[in-house]
């Protein structure tokens, strides 16, 4: 039997799953509560935690999209795709403007940039692929 680390899953208080989930307890209240404003991902990943005992990064890593003010300040700060929201949405009143004149004008592709905090760590040593030697 492996022994685990950390509080057992009955002892589990709110604030213990927020900090295993990578998440604050008020993501875990509205969980728990069924609020709608919680996105499947944070909603998913307090549930790992509820069901499994997951621990973020050790265990999980969880990625955020948005890169939301307060993914810095998460227990363990949120790693995030961003995307140029700014942009995104400027280029969305172009295209309605030119809808509206009946210009079908391609719509622009966005880069997003991965914003890696302390949600993520790469895979564990027994899943890394060797890489060929190059000789």
């Known amino acids: 039997m492996r022994a685990r680390s ?7 208080t709110i604030r213990d799953i927020a900090r295993l ?15 709608a404003r919680v996105s499947t991902a944070k909603r998913g990943a307090v549930m790992a935690v509820f ?8 265990d999980v890593s969880i990625v955020g999209f948005d890169d939301r003010p307060q993914s810095a300040f998460t227990t363990p700060a949120l790693t995030a795709v961003r ?3 700014i ?3 400027a280029a969305a009143v172009a295209a309605l403007l030119r809808e509206l004149r009946d210009d079908a004008s ?17 895979p ?12």
């Open 124 to 135: 564990p040593a027994s899943h890394r692929r060797a890489r060929p030697s190059r000789s």
């Open 51 to 58: 069901v499994r005992g997951l621990r973020v990064p050790r």
């Open 21 to 35: 989930a990578g998440v604050s307890a008020a993501t875990v209240s509205r969980v728990v509560n069924a609020d």
């Open 106 to 122: 391609p719509l622009p592709k966005f880069a997003t940039q991965l914003i890696v905090r302390e949600s993520t760590a790469g």
């Open 6 to 12: 950390g509080p057992a899953k009955s002892s589990l």
């Open 83 to 85: 995307q140029p929201e």
């Open 87 to 89: 942009e995104m949405g």
